[in-house]
């Protein structure tokens, strides 16, 4: 009985200390976190940028117009630390990018991964980088 | 008689094990922090905010914080000060998000990595966040106080000096710019508070923090701290561009407004968020 009610306080601590992760970004409302969209495009810039680098890819919508996609994504030393770098991603490189969109419609979002024409998958967020906090 | 052997043996073997483990705990200088460390605790002084002056109140009030748990959910036993944050970025107005210093404690309450260097009458913090030097004077200076306190004026990241009591350094910063939050969420502090550190090495890879803020214009009882604990950072941790050993150390994490506020903000944060709740 001692032992689950330490648990419980030990539970209940946690919850205290650790706020809930939706609310934890400081990104609100801003992205829909539920909905994943995959776009096929090319890099048309990286801006490898503190405390937030940014990705822009050119994606043909089905009336072959060109739109310029941008994501956020992790800092710096995150990526660094993953073994990513300013040349990890080059301009003109076909890539297909994995974003939670942005909730009002714009062609923005924030990086759930990176999928190379070779299928290798990177700067993923579901295998440790933490673009969120 | 064989038997007897057997147990000497066992018995030096016991004997040698248990000094190799007590020498591997001591194997650490308690008056030396030196080393590339990460904290862990709460995000802010901690959860335990004491009673506020109306001042302070107005203060957390007027701070709107993006980060904590969303303003209107419910309590669930937190102080309503962590439940406050706004759901659409751009209203709110963390200094931070324009690449304002983050200033003291709330610097050092991010678990990014900081360097402890000792130099002679003096700790440096060298935060990989913001690229930021804290000096921590121990040449037996006080803290400015008074004329001199008010001569010399708030700073982001205060005027700090202190000692060693025993194996624990303790240290009390004073004048600290007001216009920066305690932490992540918002909390004020004044221009009148004193804030207590006190470090304590308790292993090879290891620090205890504990601080205590003294502020009574905003704060009705001092806030005490949980207990902070900074664990070491491996060196592969700290390698820039992930190549072992090419550029190791503390990296460059500053947040400059051509980068946040004319890039971010601007091409993504703002635009992403615009109508958004309306």
Known sequence: MKRLRSLVLLLAGVLMVAPPLAAHHGRGATFDMKKQLTLKGTVSQVKWQNPHVLIFIDVKDDAGKVVTWGFENSNVHTLANQGYNRNTLKIGQPVTAVLNPAVNGAPLGIIVKVILADGKEIMSRERGGNPLD | MRNRSLISLLATVLVVGASSVAMAQAQFNPRDLSGIWTIRGHRSISANVPPMTPEGEARLSANKPTRGRFLGEPLNGQHPGFVRAVRIPSQGNDPAHQCNPNGFPRLLLDPEPVEFLQAEGRLLQLFQWERTLRELWMDGRAVPAGENLENLGPAWYGHTAG?????????????????????????????????????????????????????????????????????RVKREETTYFGWYGLFSGITEGICAPLNEVDSYNTLVRDPAGKGVGK
């Open chain 2, 163 to 231: 000692g060693w009591e025993g194996n624990t350094l303790v240290l009390n910063t004073v004048g600290l710019d007001d216009r920066a939050w305690i932490d992540i969420f918002g909390f004020p502090k004044s221009t009148a508070a004193r804030i207590e550190e006190r470090y304590t090495r308790t292993g090879p890879d290891t620090i205890e923090l504990r601080m205590t803020m003294y502020d009574p214009t905003f704060y009705k009882e001092p806030w005490v701290s949980d207990v902070k604990t900074f664990t």
